[in-house]
């Protein structure tokens, strides 16, 4: 909503957040589906000129404690792995820092940071990505400059999926359940 709302102004993350006050990396959550304050909510609707009440039907509380993860991955460099991430992989580059050395990517709901800080132990990262279909983006991925470990299978573990590798030698694991795990947990099968 927030981001339609944004997008029919013609502003990027950066103007919303300038406007209402808030960061970038809050405007980019919220916009990811994460929960909003009331405080948060009420400038950016301020700055939106919309009531308030638009916003909160779509800022649905959540009952969790967690709400996600964001692996953040070592990589040599972060323009070079930014710019991977966009021509192979297809994410979206939400933001780059130069000082210090950051990076931020996302594609549909998956977020991925990495960073310079830990050069040294760049290619040792392992990033899991669940897809809603693996084999569209295993297709997808057959003609990009990518190198994959192994080919697309079922596994033992539930789940068919793939691997690749990035430009820094991390790992991304593409990854689709074969069944339908929700069902069969409100169905009262427990492994």
Not at 38 to 57: D, T, Y
Not at 81 to 106: C, N, S
Request: glycine content about 8%.
């Amino acid at each position: 909503m927030i981001k339609q709302l944004r997008l029919e102004n013609g502003w990027s993350q950066e103007q919303l957040a300038e406007f209402s006050g808030l960061s970038v990396r809050t405007i980019q959550r919220i916009e990811r589906g994460q929960n909003a304050g009331l405080e948060s909510l009420k400038c950016i609707a301020a700055s939106l000129l919309v009531p308030v009440s638009r916003l909160q039907k779509h800022n649905e509380q959540v009952n969790e404690l967690f709400l996600g993860a964001t692996p953040i991955l070592p990589v040599n460099s972060v323009v070079d792995t930014a710019r991977f991430y966009q021509q192979q992989l297809g994410f979206d580059i939400e933001t780059l820092w130069k000082d210090p050395p950051y990076g931020v990517v996302a594609r549909g709901m998956a977020v991925i940071e990495f960073g310079e800080g830990r050069k040294q132990s760049a290619g040792t990262g392992v990033c899991l990505l669940f897809v809603a279909d693996v084999d569209a983006v295993y297709q997808e991925y057959q003609d990009k400059k990518i190198e994959f470990v192994g080919d697309i299978s079922d596994r033992d573990y539930g789940c068919r999926d793939f691997r690749v590798k990035d430009n820094n030698g991390n790992i991304l694991i593409i990854s689709s359940p074969l069944i339908n795990q929700k069902a069969l947990l409100a169905a009262g099968n427990h492994l």
